[in-house]
């Protein structure tokens, strides 16, 4: 593996500091205040975004991932990954550059698995960051980490598919630009375990679909993003809206989820330099006790095993990222599932740190380290659990204990 970042991966590094640096950390509170300002009804989008978007849009700084297509960057995972870490220094910059989750993940498996209609109806204006999207897989009802589990029915009927189910954790189901969601169902619970599930285009206007309520996240709504349960009553499609074909459905996940845990991790890494960044300065302004918190050796102690915390999970995601682009995500599947164990981990331990240097003001709204955990803690459950992803790691470990010891055997 190289260690250096490619040309092409510096220069777009040094054009996205420049543009966080001149207008997304100086707009961090024009932010707060617009969203402060919408009072109750919080499910607006705050002007600055699209007014960034458009400057973005200038600059060449749009839709810098979709690695096999030309519609996107023409990047590749690890050519991509320290972009996202960029982007993951504030909460809602990736959307800026139309990088943002669930619409990447979306705006992916529509290149790949759509037809010629679904890339005109809805990628294309995705890719133009006129419309948002929605994931809808979770149920409420079953162990969804376990996504066999998953009860909603997708049913044909003559030209159409009909879909009756309860879904939450949708995310961006709340943004009132939210215009499609794909949707992950059963279309046949007789089949094979993992060829009963299907994947399929719903668009969010289509009679039968009730938006229950927006979840909170340790008291935070995430708006206007936001968190769905949403329950799908005889909600039917055309039967050209299912992806790739019955049967399907945990194909299409994976060749989502590999590059979609890359941008989480790296995001996530942001998250935690920025955390880190932030305990420094609150370490080297402060006194107690006669000198400056900096200079306490439990600080220096903490300090130091956040810098190595964030490297070691840095160089794995890259690592991961490496794999992906050159053996594939099939052999890259335990550097995948360790980096989305490891990644929030080193996230949440720093900001707790960062919290703790801040006292009382770093469970307030006051320093956005209370808010960083919230969305970094979700991180263990988004995607997969961790105790799926260690289930994975471990079995593949066994794996190779297993056939040493058969060899031996034999």
């Not at 979709?66 to 504030?90: D, K």
């Not at 979306?106 to 994931?135: C, Q, T």
């Not at 941008?263 to 942001?270: D, E, K, N």
């Amino acid at each position: 593996m190289e260690f250096a970042y490619s040309d092409k991966t510096k220069e777009l590094q040094d054009r996205l500091n420049r543009f966080m640096d001149q207008y997304v950390y100086p707009n961090e509170k024009t932010y707060n205040e617009q969203m402060e300002a919408f009072g109750q009804n919080r499910w607006q989008v705050p002007q600055i975004i699209e007014d960034l978007k458009v400057k973005a849009k200038e600059e060449g700084l749009w839709n810098l991932f979709l690695p096999e297509s030309e519609r996107g960057g023409g990047l590749t995972n690890l050519e991509y990954a320290p972009l996202c870490e960029i982007m993951g220094r504030v909460g809602w910059a990736s959307e800026v550059f139309n990088c943002a989750a669930p619409d990447t993940g979306n705006m992916e498996v529509i290149e790949r698995y759509g037809n010629d209609r679904h890339k005109k109806e809805w990628l294309e204006p995705l890719l133009e960051g006129k419309i948002r999207s929605a994931f809808l897989m979770t149920e409420p009802a079953v162990a969804s980490s376990d996504a066999t589990n998953i009860e909603t029915r997708i049913e044909r009927d003559g030209d159409e598919y009909v879909i009756n189910g309860r879904k939450w954790w949708s995310s961006g189901v709340g943004d009132p630009r939210c215009k499609i969601a794909i949707v992950m169902g059963k279309t046949d619970p007789n089949a094979e375990k993992h060829r009963q599930q299907s994947q399929i285009l719903v668009p969010l206007d289509t009679p039968g679909i009730k938006i229950v309520r927006m979840l909170p996240v340790f008291g935070y709504d995430d708006a206007p993003h936001g968190h769905a349960e949403v329950i799908l009553e005889n909600v039917r499609v055309p039967a050209e809206n299912l992806l790739l074909g019955e049967g399907r459905g945990f194909e299409i996940a994976q060749g989502r989820l590999g590059p979609g845990r890359i941008h989480h991790c790296m995001r996530t890494i942001g998250v935690a330099e920025r955390a880190l960044e932030k305990m420094c300065q609150r370490l080297l302004t402060r006194t107690a006790f006669g000198k400056k918190i900096a200079d306490h050796s439990v600080w220096e102690q903490r300090v130091a095993e956040a810098r190595i915390d964030i490297e070691m999970a840095r160089l794995l995601t890259l690592k991961a990222a490496y794999m992906m682009d050159t053996v594939g995500n099939k052999v890259a599947r335990a550097e995948i599932a360790m980096i989305k164990v490891a990644a929030p981990r080193v996230a949440l331990k720093v900001i707790d740190d960062a919290i703790q240097a801040h006292g009382g003001g770093g469970v307030t709204s006051d320093f956005g380290l209370a808010k960083m955990y919230a969305g970094m803690r979700t991180l263990r459950l988004a995607d997969g659990p961790d105790e799926v992803h260690n289930r994975t790691i471990a079995q593949l470990e066994f794996k190779k204990f297993r056939e040493q010891l058969k060899a031996a055997a034999e």
